[in-house]
């Protein structure tokens, strides 16, 4: 814990994130629990490329120690967590950092009774144990431990952290830009990305949501415990796993008669047909979660089954809809002119005609539904596919009820990629005018207008 009167700084490890949301994530899981996150970091543009580089650590004033550890009980963008005892370009700088670290907030770490082990870590280098021993060595006359040696299971875990990762033509630094040293606090859940690792999942589909991404989505959704989460078009429901572990209750839609009822044949090579336990409930189950899981049903996004008579249901929709590349973008309808429904033999399933479900279309009744279903505050995250040369930020859609939040995007290939989106839900009085979604680009209207750019 930090002193009394003291203000003690956190370093934050990244993950590589393409997709640079890891401020998004972490100022979410702020609000989620109720505090708010200031972080003020420029980007850092690659001097090779000019593009906006990765960010590899962040640090954290101005924060208290209980509410850091509440960030990394969420964060999947974090890896870990430090006390921040010194930094400094050099080695020098560092160790003058150090030494200017209060006595009174490092003295606990230094007892008799303290086992200790300090580990190097080179971002953007391998650091050879050789290297790794002379810098511990370059630390001793700062760092006086009384403590055993304990690498396995130490009292205090120290990490000093050099970054490279400023590359200039393929090639690390000479020197680092940075040396930082801090005492770890805690992990975050990367872990999560192998408990729930599709690999190991029996239930998934071609479109199944990456772990990481599901775990990030959740995150930006702002779902904790309790809330309730709607995903329109669930799939194998793989974004209603992290949302499960958070604590949400979960429920779903799809169109895919054979995804919601188990049947057909499995996605997974060789794997033959679907078996009955081949279902988001049981997937689930397996993973402890049942408790969580309110229903899926079978029904179309264009005209869903939530009639919410004006009720506000969720607390978060996480979504990622078709975009007609690996599965058709379809809803209920017909093109014939009077089409005839069937009546109905009791105990036979009728398939409903399907027709096209333009993009334009698949965009706006979400964001209609969001705006209708949504608790103000309450979150929506989805992806959102564009031609590249086509992006503006106008193609995004935009409804007077949500706010949007955050942008980013996840190239796929040279030529296209996805944006995932979050939108806020504001307060009804806060709107005047009759709320419609509306996209005032027309990059999504006619069929397969995505697919056929994607495939052109
Ligand atoms: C990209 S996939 C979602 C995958 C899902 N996130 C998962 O992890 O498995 C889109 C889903 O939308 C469904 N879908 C397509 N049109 C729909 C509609 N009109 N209403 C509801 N679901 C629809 C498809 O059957 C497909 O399962």
């Given at each position: 814990?930090?002193?009394?009167?003291?203000?003690?700084?956190?370093?934050?490890?990244?993950?590589?994130?393409?997709?640079?949301?890891?401020?998004?994530?972490?100022?979410?899981?702020?609000?989620?629990?109720?505090?708010?996150?200031?972080?003020?970091?420029?980007?850092?543009?690659?001097?090779?490329?000019?593009?906006?580089?990765?960010?590899?650590?962040?640090i954290?004033?101005e924060?208290?120690?209980e509410?850091?550890l509440?960030?990394m009980?969420?964060?999947?963008?974090?890896?870990?967590a430090?006390?921040?005892w010194?930094?400094?370009?050099?080695?020098s700088?560092?160790?003058?950092?150090?030494?200017?670290?209060?006595?009174?907030?490092?003295?606990?770490?230094?007892?008799e009774?303290?086992?200790?082990?300090i580990?190097?870590?080179?971002?953007?280098?391998?650091?050879?144990?050789?290297?790794?021993?002379?810098?511990?060595?370059?630390?001793?006359?700062?760092?006086?431990?009384?403590?055993?040696?304990d690498?396995?299971?130490?009292s205090?875990?120290?990490?000093?952290?050099?970054?490279?990762?400023?590359?200039?033509?393929?090639?690390?630094?000479?020197?680092?830009?940075?040396?930082l040293?801090?005492?770890?606090?805690?992990n975050?859940q990367?872990?999560?990305?192998?408990?729930?690792s599709?690999?190991?999942?029996?239930?998934?589909?071609n479109?199944?949501?990456?772990?990481?991404?599901?775990?990030?989505?959740?995150?930006?959704?702002?779902?904790?415990?309790n809330?309730?989460?709607?995903?329109?078009?669930?799939?194998?429901?793989?974004?209603?796993?992290?949302?499960?572990h958070?604590?949400?209750?979960?429920?779903?839609?799809?169109?895919n008669?054979?995804?919601i009822?188990a049947?057909g044949?499995?996605?997974?090579?060789g794997a033959?047909?679907?078996?009955?336990?081949?279902?988001i409930?049981?997937?689930?189950?397996?993973?402890?979660?049942?408790?969580q899981?309110?229903?899926v049903?079978?029904?179309?996004?264009?005209c869903?089954?939530?009639?919410?008579?004006?009720?506000?249901?969720?607390?978060?929709?996480?979504?990622?809809?078709?975009?007609?590349?690996r599965?058709?973008?379809?809803?209920?309808?017909?093109?014939?002119?009077?089409?005839?429904v069937?009546?109905?033999?009791?105990?036979?399933?009728?398939?409903?005609?399907?027709?096209?479900?333009?993009?334009?279309?698949?965009?706006?009744?979400?964001l209609?539904?969001?705006?209708?279903?949504?608790?103000?505050?309450?979150?929506?995250?989805?992806?959102?596919?564009?031609?590249?040369?086509?992006y503006?930020?106008?193609?995004?859609?935009?409804?007077?009820?949500?706010?949007?939040m955050?942008?980013?995007e996840?190239i796929?290939?040279?030529h296209?990629?996805?944006r995932?989106?979050?939108?806020?839900?504001?307060t009804?009085?806060?709107?005047?005018?009759?709320?419609?979604?509306?996209?005032?680009s027309?990059v999504?209207?006619?069929?397969?207008?995505?697919?056929?750019?994607?495939?052109?």
């Amino acid at each position: 814990q930090c002193l009394d009167g003291f203000k003690c700084k956190y370093l934050i490890l990244l993950a590589q994130d393409k997709l640079l949301a890891h401020i998004s994530e972490l100022e979410s899981v702020a609000q989620t629990f109720g505090f708010k996150l200031n972080i003020k970091q420029k980007a850092k543009i690659s001097p090779t490329t000019g593009k906006t580089d990765f960010t590899k650590w962040i640090i954290l004033q101005e924060i208290a120690e209980e509410n850091v550890l509440k960030l990394m009980s969420r964060s999947v963008c974090a890896m870990s967590a430090f006390e921040l005892w010194g930094s400094g370009s050099d080695f020098s700088l560092l160790k003058q950092s150090i030494l200017e670290y209060p006595l009174e907030q490092k003295r606990d770490c230094f007892k008799e009774t303290q086992s200790f082990a300090i580990r190097v870590k080179g971002i953007g280098k391998k650091m050879s144990s050789e290297i790794q021993r002379e810098r511990i060595d370059l630390l001793e006359d700062v760092l006086p431990f009384q403590g055993k040696v304990d690498l396995v299971n130490p009292s205090g875990e120290f990490y000093l952290v050099e970054d490279y990762s400023n590359r200039v033509q393929g090639q690390p630094p000479k020197e680092p830009d940075a040396i930082l040293f801090g005492r770890l606090l805690c992990n975050g859940q990367r872990s999560l990305i192998e408990r729930y690792s599709l690999k190991k999942r029996k239930f998934i589909g071609n479109t199944s949501m990456d772990v990481m991404l599901s775990i990030l989505m959740t995150n930006l959704g702002g779902i904790n415990k309790n809330s309730v989460v709607c995903d329109p078009f669930v799939g194998t429901g793989s974004l209603l796993i992290p949302a499960a572990h958070f604590g949400g209750y979960v429920i779903g839609g799809d169109i895919n008669y054979n995804i919601i009822h188990a049947r057909g044949r499995s996605s997974r090579k060789g794997a033959g047909w679907r078996q009955k336990d081949e279902t988001i409930r049981h997937t689930l189950m397996e993973y402890g979660l049942r408790s969580q899981y309110l229903d899926v049903l079978l029904c179309d996004a264009a005209c869903h089954a939530w009639n919410t008579n004006g009720k506000e249901l969720f607390d978060a929709i996480i979504t990622d809809p078709p975009y007609g590349i690996r599965e058709a973008c379809q809803k209920v309808g017909s093109k014939k002119q009077n089409p005839v429904v069937p009546e109905l033999e009791p105990g036979l399933t009728h398939f409903p005609e399907q027709t096209e479900y333009h993009l334009e279309d698949v965009f706006k009744d979400l964001l209609n539904f969001a705006a209708q279903s949504l608790v103000a505050g309450g979150r929506l995250v989805y992806w959102l596919p564009v031609y590249r040369a086509d992006y503006s930020p106008k193609v995004i859609p935009t409804h007077s009820l949500l706010k949007l939040m955050y942008n980013h995007e996840q190239i796929l290939n040279s030529h296209s990629s996805r944006r995932l989106i979050v939108m806020e839900k504001l307060t009804k009085e806060n709107v005047t005018e009759t709320a419609q979604a509306v996209i005032s680009s027309s990059v999504f209207s006619g069929h397969n207008s995505f697919r056929d750019k994607y495939f052109s």
